[in-house]
């Protein structure tokens, strides 16, 4: 199939075929074909509109919500007034541009002046806008705001609603771009329980930076398509609290959500949603994220993987607080250098038995000695290559992993070494080394059996000695793909 830009093409293996020629070559054809509509619209003199008004060379393009009537006080109503605004901000062109069919705005500000504004309809940024930064106040939704938008829309569509179960395969049918370079700085955004507080649909290279999101019903942040948008620096949380919240098993809600490529998450907090970041597209990266948004033993997951055999996400230096981490059918995984408290570990859910390219290595566990795992297994897993789970640290929880050792003291001919209780996988040991240690004669011995994680080694003749072991669970075949 032709991947549309942004989004892997897959083969009917699973494999990923020439993916940035042809993201390259999607976007190229869009360039070519959005460059021949400017020359045609240009030559047609009657029906070229005027061009809008620009500021003068002597005033910087900073559009100052108050000017246009906003009330900073956040009594009446602003909506129309920072809709004005920002479609001044986004009307003067420059004459250049960004990705095709996206202007360059030249840094254009839209100013809330540090006020708290009370809006009853989102603040929607036109399509083709880039280069433009909102940022220095509040946004907060009437009682009259609508349940399913947004505060703040990067969308060319009229009705965008809730993406929390939108895949990326659904998203990805358009391989265009309506936003490139979008920045979104310094706002606190309250979505009174109405709907949610940014959404990003189709955009390029958007940044949400130092932002304070709360008292959302569907998302804080929703990405949809699109490709790289950094989620920086931010707070964000459906209730405003700072843990061991009364209420926490009933928060709901989604921080984050990505059914989109290639977006970057760091240093973000959230403190209370149903789900922390819900992540539905391909190459993801999260570090510094902290996660306490509700306890995994209330129904709540801190970081969700849905995106079954091709996940492709990057999780490093995080904080699961009493939260975990849920992968459906991972693919090319990493979960490292990270910590979990109280009890909160990694599931690898099987959707249809398949994990591979897994790795999560040098993270550290601390739970409540109530015998959890510190990666469990959801379902059955038959298509198992590349899995590494290996150098964790554990206290108070079950450290289990692929590869394990053990040493065992005897007198006679069979030794027999159990690692069912530390390995992850059930019946899969795929490589055994050992050496027999004799404290009293030579003799020949042999690696017998292995099934059920349990290794037996036997001896001709009957000595004492030490059996040391080490297995890994390579695939069935006793081979490791490299």
Request: proline content about 3%; glycine content about 12%; charged content about 15%.
């Given at each position: ?28 054809a869009l360039t070519r074909r959005r460059a021949a509509e400017l020359v045609s619209s240009s030559t047609d003199v009657s029906s ?422 080490e297995v890994n669970q390579a695939p069935a075949n006793g081979v490791i793909g490299v």
């Amino acid at each position: 199939m032709v991947a549309a830009a942004g989004r892997i093409d897959i083969s009917e293996d699973g494999s990923i075929k020439n993916y940035y020629t042809q993201r390259q070559w999607a976007v190229d054809a869009l360039t070519r074909r959005r460059a021949a509509e400017l020359v045609s619209s240009s030559t047609d003199v009657s029906s070229t509109p005027s061009p809008p008004h620009l500021p003068s060379k002597s005033k910087p393009r900073i559009y100052h919500v108050t000017e246009y009537g906003a009330d900073p006080t956040g009594k009446a109503d602003s909506t129309e007034a920072i809709r004005k605004a920002v479609a001044d901000a986004c009307a003067a062109t420059t004459g250049q541009w960004l990705i095709a069919g996206v202007n360059n705005l030249g840094g254009a500000e839209v100013h809330l002046d540090g006020g708290l504004y009370l809006i009853d309809a989102p603040i929607t940024l036109p399509a083709g806008s880039g280069n433009i930064k909102i940022h220095g106040g509040s946004l907060r939704a009437s009682d009259d705001f609508p349940t399913d938008r947004y505060l703040i829309e990067l969308s060319a569509s009229p009705n965008v609603s809730s993406q929390t179960n939108t895949t990326i395969g659904d998203a990805a049918a358009d391989s265009s771009y309506n936003y490139e370079y979008v920045t979104l700085r310094g706002l606190l955004l309250d979505a009174n329980y109405r709907g949610g507080g940014i959404t990003v649909v189709d955009g390029l290279r958007t940044v949400i930076d130092d932002c304070y999101i709360v008292h959302f019903a569907s998302e804080a942040v929703s990405v949809l398509s699109g490709h790289e948008t950094l989620i920086r620096a931010s707070f964000i949380g459906q209730h405003i609290t700072a843990g061991g919240d009364p209420g926490e098993k009933n928060f709901s809600g989604t921080g984050i959500s990505l059914a989109g490529n290639d977006n970057i998450v760091t240093d973000v907090v959230i403190f209370s949603a149903g789900v922390g970041i819900l992540v539905s597209g391909q190459a993801n990266i999260f570090t510094g994220v902290h996660c306490y948004n509700k306890a995994t033993g209330f129904g709540g997951t801190g970081i969700y993987l849905k995106l079954p055999g091709l996940t492709q996400t990057r999780i490093t230096n995080c904080y699961l607080d009493y939260t975990g981490i849920v992968a459906e059918d991972p693919v090319q995984l990493l979960i490292s250098s990270s910590f979990f408290l109280g009890d909160a570990n990694v599931v690898l859910k099987s959707i249809n038995g398949v994990a591979k390219g897994v790795n999560i290595v040098d993270n550290m566990f601390a739970g409540g000695d109530s015998g959890i795992d510190i990666v469990a297994l959801e379902g059955n897993f038959t298509d198992v290559d590349q899995v590494n789970v290996n150098r964790n640290t554990a206290k108070g929880m079950t450290v289990r992993g692929t590869a394990a050792r053990a040493a065992v003291h005897g007198n006679g001919t069979r030794w027999e070494v159990d690692f069912s209780p530390v390995l992850l996988f059930p019946d899969r040991i795929g490589n055994v080394q050992y050496a027999l240690q004799s404290d009293t004669a030579f003799c020949r011995h042999a690696l017998r059996t292995v099934s059920g994680n349990a290794v037996v080694i036997e001896s001709d003749v009957a000595v004492q000695g030490t059996v040391h072991v080490e297995v890994n669970q390579a695939p069935a075949n006793g081979v490791i793909g490299v």
